[in-house]
């Protein structure tokens, strides 16, 4: 079964809600929403489909996200600031 995302409707639904369990948004729309939330005051956020509160979300599916949308939360590489010089 594909779950599909309730707002952008074209990616994957892989957040998925708990404790009530459902999967209903993907990634994408669900940072969009949770930032629009925070700004509202709108929290907590409440499921689409049984409008419990949704007090976590947890990354369902392959738990392995690509560099390129989790670089955000890394913090900066500091490995070029160790210049040793040696006379």
């Given at each position: 079964q594909e779950d599909e995302c309730v707002i952008c409707v074209n990616a994957k639904a892989?957040?998925?809600t708990s404790p009530c369990g459902h999967r209903v948004v993907c990634r994408k729309c669900f940072v969009?929403?949770?930032q629009m939330a925070v700004s509202q005051?709108?929290?907590p956020?409440?499921?689409v489909i049984c409008r419990a509160k949704i007090l976590r979300l947890k990354q369902s599916g392959?738990?392995?996200l690509p560099n390129s949308s989790s670089s955000w939360s890394m913090?900066?590489?500091s490995t070029h600031h160790h210049h040793h010089?040696?006379?």
């Open positions: 892989t957040m998925q969009k929403t949770i005051r709108l929290l956020l409440r499921c392959n738990t392995a913090p900066p590489s010089h040696h006379h």
